[in-house]
């Protein structure tokens, strides 16, 4: 039986998991940002970059974190949604 008090609560749910699946998301993208960065940006000199071999190993190496936090976060996010939906 769907009373406006557990519709209430379940749309509250589903705010929430929206919101951390936005969260998710967006650390995923950071992590992976952060990686080809090789840390904080920083005032670098040019003799002082990195080269693109070690560029695409740190990427690459981050790859695998990012698709399980993206993944997760869009389950999130999904069923947030279908929940909203259905409250």
């Not at 699946?21 to 992976?32: D, E, I, Q």
């Not at 990686?35 to 990195?50: D, I, K």
Request: charged letters at 20%; aromatic letters at 10%; hydrophobic letters at 50%.
């Amino acid at each position: 039986m769907n009373t406006p008090r557990s519709s209430g609560v379940r749309r509250r749910l589903a705010v929430l998991l929206i919101a951390c699946g936005a969260a998710s998301l967006t650390w995923a993208v950071f992590t992976l940002c952060s990686a080809g960065l090789g840390g904080p940006p920083e005032a670098f000199e040019f003799a002082q970059r990195r080269s693109y071999d070690e560029v695409k190993r740190s990427v690459h190496a981050a790859f695998g974190g990012f698709a399980l936090r993206a993944l997760g976060g869009f389950l999130l996010l999904r069923l947030g949604l279908v929940l909203r939906r259905d409250a």
